[in-house]
């Protein structure tokens, strides 16, 4: 049906102008004339309309001649033939009135502060033609004291003018509510909590609001909306999967602030307090700033071409002694998609191998591998911005609000407007008290409560018969798996009531649209790629595929997961996910490199340890991951670097892993390289650098092209443009992508001919052509088999909002002042048959080792359940986790450890 364009047109200033249903009168007059052509002070792009100011008032009428009333255009919603006229003498007049009052209790020191030249306030007074003030000066905010108790957030509310956008942006953007107005009239004013400071409030520093106020009142240490800076630069986030676009502001080769896009589709002019504020790391004085090489126990300083010898001639060495198969790489998600492809080239074109692998491994590799069995493509089916269109959201083994901040907020304002979540978790994590239904269940049973769900599902009718028979396959052994079991029994292993089990199912189940998202605490279990698969059954089971506001969606815990794994940094499949084992593929690569193909089998990561310590595994090539730290088991990991013949680390520290090796070759950060990122729904965005890298340090795909290069290989120069195009013409569903036409918001792959993209995978049909059902019986972990007697407890692990994994980068910036160590967390039952109290010093021990945290007694934790962190080498958590890991990709069981705690003696 073909609209009547009459009713979407308006007047404006007497001209016949269209609009867009749902458009306010602000926007109307935006998008013709400009933002900025009608004045604002509460308006803020990124808020909803408010109407507090009213500096934005225009005329109305509903005839070009008729009566005229005067409206607050931001609020007010545009109909047809409306008549708008913005600058009639009444409304200049008007405008010029309110910014007068609202300069009366001001501070007129423009010249001396932070934000002149860039401040709204000031820009609105001139455009209304303020020359001076009528008015006597108020006293009401004049003397307010600067608050400078935080590590980045500043307030000086006598620059306030109650505008609210700062409560707004606390509210509508971060959902924490820290700030509110407090008094009314004349003694209304801006607070933080309950009348603190930002440090003793409950501020979780995203800095929303300082980019949502329009005059320094709130602002930060780095003063984001000083024009001091001379460029800006359009770049993403480094830190985890959600992929924040990030304003770089710069002067020379110094970076004084980031803000956050408005019109970023990931992010929305939102990012947490890691990617707004945690970059100082980039110019730390603990910068590796020369390549190293170790001498005699000791490591010397060496030029690159040095450097380039020393590791030619080692490698070489060891590949004629030993061949391609003594030698293995292990790659970063911190690196860009070019970076990775390159180091994956790099191992199978040059060094003959297929022992590659990257830190997907230790945590999204039973994602990849779950969903390929079930879906046929391992990565998310939907965006984030389906979190609009759902009617449930199941999060299952995630802590978005501290892993994932951004979409954490963006979960908890759809679930605060009413959308019921379900929340299955060992922890109360800050999402629990807006759930309508927390399964608590005990760690490692993850695979038992999913299949009570399925049961409940099928015993309740809210099978989708259509969708399963149409589209699926093996329904029959999972219905019969289903049936088979015991809900008693699975109701003392999980320790939840299955009546709430049942309530959830019903709610997931009857749902329009319900979508799940996933983590860590799904993935790092001895049965981690089996639960991907369960969960993909409740969404086939229910139909809940390849439509809006639907899906299976786990989110990946570093910036650039997803894309190290679409690069083929893993040893059963090369970039584009094609199988190493097929003759076809093999010569498909082979004929694009111009070299064999390896087809032996490689190593993954834990089986590179393994072969370290046996002796078969002579060199390793580290790419910006500090296994040492980060890997499970950490006296493990060491023997396996001392078992090595070679060791070389690309690094931007001196990590706890680069500590063992033969040569170091200093990096860049993702502030000083360009490429790109692919993030947790697929979105593929360019990185771009912002500042020249430090002098002496090298991008990671320029090492990688001129290593190749000493080789003999005919690799060309590093640039993000050449790499790009070359990936396009191996990965298939990057055929489309450019660097020009990624943009500024990137693309979703699978991006076809022209840039097409993909935002909802498996609309018609799976990737496999069918879905498939998969029925498994729950096991319980070798780990507590084996150690569950003599250590009672079951220790799990997670991240903190503040921290990155091992911290590397967020500890060298104000983020370390805010959370300084890693705490034990334990319950207060558990505490007192302990002897624990608060802040107690505690060990914390295993089969493996121990190390001592300070004790954190808390109930968000049930009895006999032991939490904790790992970003402080000083706690060194991972001496403690196990070898244990999942059947499928060998992915590391960090979240169920048998452990035990007692109080260390004063």
Not at 73 to 86: E, N, R
Not at 723 to 745: D, H, K, S
Not at 790 to 798: S, V
Request: proline share 4%; hydrophobic share 35%.
């Amino acid at each position: 049906m073909v609209q009547d364009l009459s009713t979407l047109t308006a007047y404006l200033d007497g001209e016949p102008m269209r609009f867009k249903a749902g458009d306010t009168v602000l926007n109307f007059i935006d998008r013709h004339k400009g933002r900025g052509h009608v004045p604002t002070l509460c308006d803020a792009p990124q808020l909803e309309p408010y109407g507090a100011c009213r500096v934005c008032s225009v005329e109305v009428a509903l005839k070009a001649d008729g009566p005229r009333r005067v409206m607050a255009s931001c609020h007010t919603p545009i109909s047809a033939g409306m008549h708008v006229f913005t600058e009639s003498p009444k409304v200049r007049k008007l405008r010029k009135n309110i910014v007068e009052l609202v300069l009366t209790d001001h501070p007129l020191d423009c010249l001396t502060c932070e934000v002149n030249g860039n401040c709204e306030l000031q820009t609105v007074a001139a455009k209304v033609g303020i020359r001076g003030v009528r008015y006597p000066a108020g006293a009401n905010h004049l003397d307010r004291k600067k608050d400078l108790s935080h590590p980045y957030m500043t307030s000086d509310l006598s620059k306030c003018i109650n505008c609210s956008r700062c409560v707004r942006a606390c509210d509508e953007i971060q959902g924490q509510f820290v700030l509110s107005m407090h008094g009314r009239g004349f003694d209304a004013r801006i607070i933080k909590g309950l009348d603190q400071s930002f440090e003793e409030s409950q501020c979780v520093s995203c800095g929303a609001c300082s980019q949502a106020c329009p005059t320094s009142a709130i602002s930060d240490r780095f003063m984001s909306k000083s024009i001091e800076a001379t460029k800006k630069t359009r770049t993403v986030c480094t830190y985890c999967g959600v992929g924040c676009n990030l304003s770089v502001a710069t002067k020379g080769n110094d970076v004084l602030s980031i803000q956050a896009p408005v019109d970023a589709e990931v992010n929305h002019a939102h990012t947490c307090l890691k990617g707004r504020y945690a970059f100082k790391f980039f110019n730390h004085p603990d910068r590796l700033r020369t390549p190293l090489i170790r001498r005699d126990g000791q490591f010397e300083e060496a030029t690159w071409e040095e450097a380039y010898e020393h590791i030619f001639e080692n490698l070489t060495r060891i590949k004629a002694e030993h061949g391609g198969q003594a030698v293995a790489g292990i790659s970063s998600a911190r690196c860009t998609n070019e970076e990775n492809y390159l180091m994956q080239k790099f191992i199978r074109a040059v060094m003959g191998t297929n022992n590659i692998d990257c830190c997907a491994r230790v945590c999204h590799s039973p994602t990849a591998w779950g969903m390929q069995k079930s879906f046929g493509t391992g990565a998310a089916t939907n965006s984030f911005e389906d979190i609009e269109h759902t009617r449930c959201i199941l999060v299952i083994g995630a802590n978005p609000t501290e892993g994932h901040p951004v979409t954490g907020a963006r979960l908890k304002q759809q679930v605060m407007k009413g959308t019921p979540l379900i929340v299955i978790d060992p922890r109360k994590i800050e999402l629990v008290p807006y759930a309508k239904h927390h399964l608590q269940l005990r760690p490692g049973t993850n695979v038992a409560l999913l299949n009570m769900m399925a049961r409940y599902l099928l015993d309740e009718g809210l099978v989708k018969r259509e969708f399963v028979e149409k589209r699926c396959e093996n329904w029959a052994e999972f219905e019969a798996g289903l049936k088979a079991l015991d809900m008693d029994e699975m109701e003392r292993i999980t320790g939840v009531d299955r009546e709430q089990v049942r309530a959830a199912a019903i709610e997931y189940g009857t749902a329009e649209a319900a979508m799940s998202f996933h983590g860590l605490g799904v993935t790092e279990h001895q049965m981690g790629a089996r639960t991907v698969m369960l969960i993909a059954n409740l969404a086939m089971m229910t139909g809940n595929i390849g439509r809006p506001g639907v899906g299976v969606n786990p989110l990946r815990g570093q910036n650039n997961v997803q894309g190290a794994a679409d690069m083929g940094c893993q040893p059963h499949q090369g970039a584009g996910y094609y199988e190493m084992n097929d003759v076809t593929v093999q010569k498909r690569y082979a004929d694009f490199y111009g070299v064999p193909t390896p087809i032996d089998t490689g190593l993954k990561i834990p089986q590179m340890f393994e072969a370290a310590i046996e002796g078969r595994l002579k060199a390793l090539w580290l790419m910006g991951e500090d296994v040492v730290q980060t890997d499970p088991d950490s006296e493990h990991v060491k023997e396996a670097m001392n078992g090595l013949e070679f060791l070389v680390v690309q690094e931007i520290f001196m990590t706890e892993t680069a500590k063992f090796a033969n040569v170091i070759l200093p990096a860049a950060s993702f502030l000083e390289k360009s490429g790109t990122f692919t993030n947790a729904e697929r979105r593929v965005q360019r990185v771009n650098a912002a500042v020249k890298p430090l002098e002496g340090t090298k991008p990671d795909g320029q090492i990688l092209c001129e290593v190749m290069q000493r080789f003999g290989f005919p690799q060309a120069d590093y640039t993000a443009d050449g790499v790009l195009a070359e990936i396009a013409q191996i990965v298939p569903f990057f055929a489309g992508a450019t660097w020009e036409n990624l943009g500024e918001n990137g693309k979703q792959w699978p991006i076809a001919a022209g840039g097409v993209d993909t935002q909802i995978l498996h609309q018609e049909s799976f990737k496999r052509g069918l879905g498939k059902f998969h029925f498994f019986p729950w096991e319980e972990s070798n780990e507590l088999v084996a150690n569950r007697g003599e250590f009672p407890f079951i220790l799990t692990t997670g991240r903190l909002l503040e921290h990155y994994n091992c911290g590397t980068m967020t500890r060298r910036t104000g983020n370390g002042l805010i959370v300084t160590q890693d705490e034990l967390a334990i319950n207060p039952k558990d505490a007192r048959a302990k002897g624990i109290r608060v802040g107690d010093l505690v060990r914390l021990f295993s089969a493996r080792g121990e190390v001592s945290l300070h004790a954190r007694v808390t109930e968000e934790v049930k009895p006999g359940i032991l939490y904790t962190t790992f970003h402080f080498p000083e706690a060194m958590v991972n001496n403690v986790t196990g070898s244990g890991c999942d059947a499928d990709t060998l992915c590391p069981e960090y979240k169920v450890v048998a452990a035990d705690v007692e109080r260390v003696a004063s």
